[in-house]
């Protein structure tokens, strides 16, 4: 800590060694780069946070529903409708590859359909021609040649029933998580570039502020490597300064943001918690950021170097 | 024991013009030879700064051909460039010191770029400080100190790590008569050690000081040689064994040069 609090004023080293006094001057070498930095990685943490909680949604997801079947009896007569659902459950208790199929209570359906009908006082839901619905489970998938095969069981006991895999009804939902995934992962691209660019251009300003010391030291035999290594520990600590300013700002936000959709009680939304590996990889952001900068404050300089004396 | 010392600089036929101006330089040739004390004289604007620069690898030529140690330096790749520059000690007429560095660091310089520890740089950085009159003065930065305090400060700068050429634009410019004459015989206890010596001066005073040295005398961009002494001069010894105790240390890598 004590080494830590010693650099943060930020001088940069001659060569690196103890007690030397700073080859280049400016304390604020890279100007505003720290922050930029800082919000780059906020940006990034919370966007990777968001891809990683949306994997974990869809993955989820996609395990519930992976062998999961409704079968329907829509019928509107409601003693054809149990008659028919009877059937449908003896054909599947029989059925190869199904674990389970169950009847969906009628005071579990009447709650599926409360939030758009309500429970006033005198309301009688069980007049409503509501389908009769079976949860059905299969060890394994509900492919589409065991969902057909399935169908064709069911409905030549119960004509009126409608066989479908559970996982058709969220598919549209998972083609968004995927569209959401792709676009956060565009966007830590974006951002990674716009950290390029601001580096690349304080390098390049940092050089034009101290061409003439670097045309002293190149004349007493400095190597380029020599130099560009103090522009690299520079924009390192910046990088590393921001990054960690910006990796507290992204998990408060990531951390608000989870309150806030863990409030919904939504069951899927609550599925897409982090786990601690995840946040092992948010942490491992700013890490990037900082290697990141160090190569393209490298080769900037580096580059610019070659083209003086 | 005396012997034969190989050429440490050739220059043959060198022209050099910036941009598409006249040459500044023609037609320059000569050699120069370790443990040799050369002035190089001439008008202002004869071409003496174009010289040295070409000398201590600030530049390329038009034409010609330079060898540097025994090596074409015209085509030396740049990656072998600090090597050589770190063999050749430079007083630039305008010092160029690095503006926010103390004397100290300033002087410290060329041995930090050499790789030297902290605790091998210390004890020879003062000494060298103290030398030049400026041992009280050593965390003054250049704009706090005067014209000749910086340049006394770019002199130990230049000798500090011992180089095998010290080129000196106008060194004693900004000095007293006796410290002029006080920092010409640091520039001779060097020479006696080995190191080629070619100071650049208008001051005639300066060069009766030193009687064995040579004259280099540029006249509009061409160096006069009118026995064809510089181009081919005589082979003379190393003179070792005799430098001044002052200067008597290990060397650069040792790191005294002062004791």
């Known amino acids: 800590m004590k080494r830590l ?28 780069m720290p922050w930029v930095i800082a919000i780059m990685i906020a940006l990034t943490v919370v966007a990777a946070a968001s891809a990683l909680a949306l994997r974990h949604a869809a993955q989820a997801a996609s395990a519930d529903l992976e062998g999961g079947v409704t079968v329907q009896i829509v019928s509107a007569a409601p003693a054809e409708r149990q008659r028919q659902a009877e059937a449908a459950l003896a054909v599947l208790s029989r059925a190869p590859g199904v674990l389970s199929a169950a009847a969906v209570p ?65 598919a549209p939902v998972f083609r968004a998580i995927g569209a959401l995934q792709w676009a956060a992962g565009g966007l830590i691209a974006l951002f990674a570039f716009a950290t390029v660019s601001a580096v690349l251009l304080a390098a390049r300003n940092a050089l034009g502020t101290h061409r003439e010391t670097i045309e002293i030291v190149h004349m007493l035999g400095a190597t380029d490597v020599q130099i560009a290594r103090v522009f690299q520990r520079s924009m390192a600590t910046d990088a590393a300064m921001g990054g960690v300013v910006g990796l507290l700002a992204g998990v408060i936000t990531v951390l608000g943001l989870g309150r806030q959709f863990a409030a919904l009680g939504s069951g899927m939304v609550a599925q897409g918690s982090l786990a601690w590996t995840d946040w092992v990889v948010l942490a491992g952001i700013p890490i990037a950021g900082v290697l990141l900068v160090m190569v393209t404050a490298r080769l900037t300089v580096l580059s610019a170097l070659r083209r003086m004396v | 024991m005396n012997q034969p010392a190989a050429e440490i600089v050739q220059f043959d036929n060198v022209g050099l013009r910036y941009g598409a101006g006249r040459e500044v330089l023609a037609d320059v040739s000569f050699t120069l030879y370790p443990g040799c004390f050369y002035f190089l004289t001439g008008a202002s604007g004869a071409g003496k700064t174009s010289l040295l620069k070409l000398l201590y690898l600030a530049g390329r030529p038009s034409r010609g051909l330079i060898r540097m140690f025994g090596t074409d330096a015209i085509t030396l790749p740049r990656e072998r460039l600090p090597g050589f520059r770190r063999r050749i000690g430079v007083v630039f007429q305008d010092f160029r010191l690095v503006p926010h560095l103390s004397a100290w660091d300033n002087v410290a310089l060329p041995l930090r770029v050499a790789g030297q520890s902290e605790k091998d740089i210390a004890k020879p950085v003062s000494d060298m400080l103290e030398w030049v009159g400026l041992g009280d003065r050593f965390q003054a930065r250049p704009a706090t100190l005067s014209g000749g305090e910086q340049q006394r400060v770019a002199i130990a700068r230049a000798v500090i790590a011992r180089p095998d050429i010290l ?50 005398r540029l006249d509009k961009g061409k160096l006069a040689d009118p026995t064809g002494a510089l181009r081919y001069p005589p082979r003379r010894p190393i003179e070792g064994g005799s430098a001044p105790d002052s200067l008597i240390g290990p060397g650069p890598a040792g790191g005294n040069l002062l004791p």
């Open chain 1, 5 to 32: 609090a010693a650099s943060l004023p930020r001088t940069l080293r001659a060569w690196g060694g103890e007690g030397e006094s700073p080859l280049l001057p400016e304390a604020r070498l890279s100007g505003p």
């Open chain 2, 167 to 216: 080129v000196a634009d106008e060194p004693t410019g900004n000095v007293d008569p006796d410290m002029a004459i006080k920092l010409l015989r640091l520039f001779e206890s060097l020479n006696r050690l080995g190191t080629t010596v070619v100071v650049a001066t208008h001051d005639l005073h300066l060069i009766r000081k030193v009687p064995d040295s040579l004259i280099m």
């Open chain 1, 106 to 170: 009628q005071d579990q359906l009447n709650a599926l359909v409360e939030p758009w009908l309500g429970t006033r006082t005198g309301d009688d839901l069980d007049d409503l021609p509501i389908p009769a619905l079976i949860d059905v489970r299969l060890a394994g998938a509900a492919t589409p040649p065991r969902l057909t095969a399935l169908r064709t069981a069911v409905v030549a006991k119960a004509p009126a029933a409608r066989v479908d895999a559970q996982s058709s009804w969220l």
